[in-house]
């Protein structure tokens, strides 16, 4: 069993930065893939970025590429996201989730989400 808490969210302006964080408890994490998810009002959920158990692989979507870059420390149980240039379209509630595969990718686990609202 693993639990996820997100945090780091909040508001920003267009080019601003914010660090996500997905702390787990659970004896698996350090063996999981974990991936960052999200969800804009009225839009369908949608993979934004994620990362192998021992971090050596790394997907992004388009959209973010040379944006956001995602990390772990398995240390410390966490996975982080840090977005930069921040663009409006980037509005939504982020969702990190961990799972046994990195690809295909299938989250077994997902936390509650943080809100990340970019003003333009």
């Known amino acids: 069993q693993v639990q996820l808490v997100e945090s780091g969210g909040g508001l920003v302006q267009a080019g601003g930065s914010l660090r996500l964080s997905c702390v787990a408890s659970?004896?698996?994490?350090?063996?999981?893939?974990v991936g960052w998810f999200r969800q804009a009002p009225g839009k369908e959920r949608e993979p934004v970025a994620r990362?192998?158990?021992?971090?050596?692989?790394?997907y992004y979507v388009d959209s973010v590429k040379g944006r956001f870059t995602i990390s772990r420390d398995n240390a410390k149980n966490s996975v982080y996201l840090q977005m930069n240039s921040l663009k409006p379209e980037d509005t939504a509630v982020y969702y990190c989730?961990?799972?046994?595969?990195?690809?295909?990718?299938?989250?077994?686990?997902w936390g509650q989400g943080t809100q990340v609202t970019v003003s333009s």
């Open positions: 989730a961990a799972g046994g595969r990195y690809y295909p990718f299938a989250g077994d686990y």
């Open positions: 659970g004896r698996t994490f350090s063996s999981s893939a």
């Open positions: 990362i192998s158990w021992g971090g050596s692989r790394t």
